[in-house]
């Protein structure tokens, strides 16, 4: 079976603070599946862990410090196989395309994000004309057109001096195109703030802070999906930035959710990190889980979990999914 996706892009820290560095895993090269099903004993079985060598970084970045500040952090936020955003802690921004070794400088955002979410969604699914987004010269392929959504994982709440219908820096989009009003044949990339989740201008709410635990894109891509933290679950429309409640219980999946249409399912981690899947086309009620698999067991106690699994969708009903530890090597 053919795979939708060539390359894995995988970010990688640095022991230097603030420096990152971009490798791409050719997949047709590097064979992450088995032909068949593995032994389960006995040498060669599926619990031998193979190692593999990253290729060599296609880019190394670095944030700038702010001010006298010497703090230093970039994210890194994708928007299509090769294309990556990366933003520093000063809200300056860079577009990079591994495939052309292209940088392309962007508009800043509004307000750094502390730990950003963002969903990419193509022009196509929110009924966007290509032609107003492309460049006479087809700088930017097609690939790339379409809006970059990026909020904050655990946005403050606003009460004072907002309105219900006034827009928030926690929450913004980059498009390309014109500017608007349209001024010049001019295109570029345009960021702009977007109107928050209703719960957080609820005086019900103030009392913490509630981390969004689940996001994912519905609806054929006109609808964004976000569960709160004991809040409940909310909708946005793609196409009026409008918000609505969903219900007030929570999706069954965590983190970034991906809609599989070859399956007809999307799929995420639950609350245990294990791989799952839910059918999100019926919202009347709270959805539930359809399969939950454990594909992965930490060889030793001495693995500690550092962070949140991440899941990629790399076609025909596979996946490549990347998992944190940290692990203690005793020597002899």
């Not at 389960?40 to 079985?45: I, P, Q, T």
């Not at 890194?76 to 860079?94: M, N, W």
């Not at 594909?295 to 025909?316: A, C, H, M």
């Amino acid at each position: 079976m053919s795979l939708s996706r060539r390359f894995l892009n995988v970010i990688m820290d640095s022991r230097i603070l603030g420096l990152r560095s971009l490798r791409r895993i050719d997949l047709a090269r590097q064979k992450f599946f088995n032909p068949g099903p593995p032994p389960l004993n006995g040498k060669g079985s599926a619990s031998k862990m193979e190692r593999i060598h990253l290729p060599d970084p296609i880019i190394t970045f670095r944030a700038s410090p702010k001010d006298d500040d010497q703090r230093r952090s970039i994210r890194c936020l994708p928007l299509t196989e090769s294309k990556v955003l990366c933003a520093d802690q000063s809200g300056r921004a860079f577009l990079f395309d591994a495939e052309t070794r292209h940088v392309a400088t962007m508009a800043s955002l509004h307000k750094p994000k502390e730990d950003p979410l963002s969903l990419f969604i193509p022009s196509a699914a929110i009924g966007q004309n290509k032609a107003d987004f492309l460049t006479d010269e087809e700088e930017y392929n097609e690939d790339c057109v379409g809006t970059l959504f990026v909020m904050e994982r655990s946005p403050n709440m606003e009460l004072r001096g907002y309105k219900d219908h006034q827009t928030s820096d926690q929450f913004e989009a980059y498009t390309y195109g014109h500017q608007q009003p349209k001024k010049s044949s001019f295109k570029s990339w345009n960021c702009r703030p977007l109107p928050p989740p209703p719960y957080l201008r609820d005086p019900m709410w103030k009392k913490f802070r509630h981390d969004i635990t689940a996001y994912v894109v519905v609806g054929g891509g006109t609808q964004i999906l976000i569960s709160v933290e004991d809040v409940g679950t909310y909708c946005m429309d793609i196409a009026t930035h409008t918000w609505s409640p969903v219900g007030k219980w929570m999706l069954p999946l965590y983190g970034k959710i991906e809609y599989v249409p070859e399956l007809g399912l999307w799929f995420g981690f639950t609350a245990k990190h294990h791989l799952a899947a839910a059918d999100l086309s019926d919202l009347n009620s709270r959805p539930r889980l359809v399969g939950a698999w454990k594909e992965f067991d930490p060889p030793d106690e001495d693995w500690v979990l550092l962070q949140g699994p991440q899941l990629v969708n790399i076609g025909s009903g596979r996946f490549c999914i990347a998992r944190f530890f940290n692990t203690t090597i005793t020597s002899y």
